[in-house]
């Protein structure tokens, strides 16, 4: 059977050899981005990215051009079925975090950074007066060093689930929302020896708190704000308090919705 000179067969094969591609790109992507994380400066991983994505569309292009250059075949059949092929490489770059995750990258990552992070917590630690002091220098150090691209075309920016898991991680990057300023504050903060926690309010924002004196202060170093009450995101940005949770550094997840709610009461 053939389709007007462009036999089945041929189709075959075009769809094996883009399959190929695909499954070569999604298994060594892994892998460049672990060497580009530790070694090289992140950004070049997207511009690897974009090219790895560029040239391989190139190529089926190309490929396609030759199949049919003699022919008069319906190019839409050859484009649905190429782009069948070609969609993993589409999702593949907003779901490289994933990937990072699931291939032990992320841990690795943050192994190889931990020195790093330790030797950040220590200086900030010699050059505070008090631990409240301590708890604002940190907050200060992360609002400086990490590129908050919330509201931002972040095709640059490799971000991992569950970002407290592997804070030195963000040292690789240094870049996120909410979630990674508030993981990477857990990471330094506990390092130091204070007793902090990471809050999630109903998965929208991420922030901490911190123990001095028996008071929790809150501290949300992706918008700079330090020791402001529970109920800031409830007044000032009308988030309702649904759900929250407090994630401890050991890994232990509280649920602390009335806390914030009573905040509320008492205004």
Request: charged share 15%; aromatic share 8%.
């Amino acid at each position: 059977m053939q389709i007007k000179n462009v036999s089945i067969l041929t189709l075959i094969k075009l769809v094996l050899t883009s399959i190929l591609i695909c499954t070569i790109l999604i298994f060594t992507l892994p892998l460049i981005s672990g060497i580009c994380l530790i070694y090289i400066d992140p950004k070049i991983l997207s511009r690897i990215i974009i090219t790895d994505f560029i040239s391989t569309l190139i190529c089926i292009v190309l490929l396609i051009i030759r199949l049919i250059k003699s022919s008069s075949i319906n190019l839409r059949i050859i484009a649905a079925i190429v782009s069948l092929c070609i969609l993993p490489l589409i999702i593949m770059p907003s779901s490289l975090n994933y990937y990072l995750l699931f291939t032990d990258y992320a841990k690795q990552v943050n192994h190889h950074k931990c020195p790093e992070l330790l030797k950040i917590a220590t200086d900030l630690e010699n050059e505070s007066k008090s631990k409240v002091d301590l708890a604002l220098k940190i907050m200060q150090w992360v609002q400086n060093n990490i590129n908050n691209i919330y509201g931002t075309f972040n095709f640059h920016c490799i971000r991992i689930a569950n970002p407290e898991r592997y804070p030195a991680f963000i040292l690789a990057t240094k870049c996120g929302a909410c979630g990674e300023y508030a993981a990477l504050y857990l990471g330094i903060a506990n390092t130091t020896g204070l007793k902090v926690r990471m809050i999630c309010i109903n998965g929208d924002h991420a922030l901490n708190e911190v123990l001095i004196n028996n008071k929790w202060i809150i501290v949300d170093a992706s918008i700079n704000l330090f020791n402001h009450t529970r109920d800031y995101y409830h007044t000032k940005w009308g988030l309702k308090y649904e759900k929250i949770i407090a994630i401890y550094p050991n890994g232990t997840i509280m649920d602390i919705t009335n806390l914030y709610k009573e905040s509320i009461k008492q205004k």
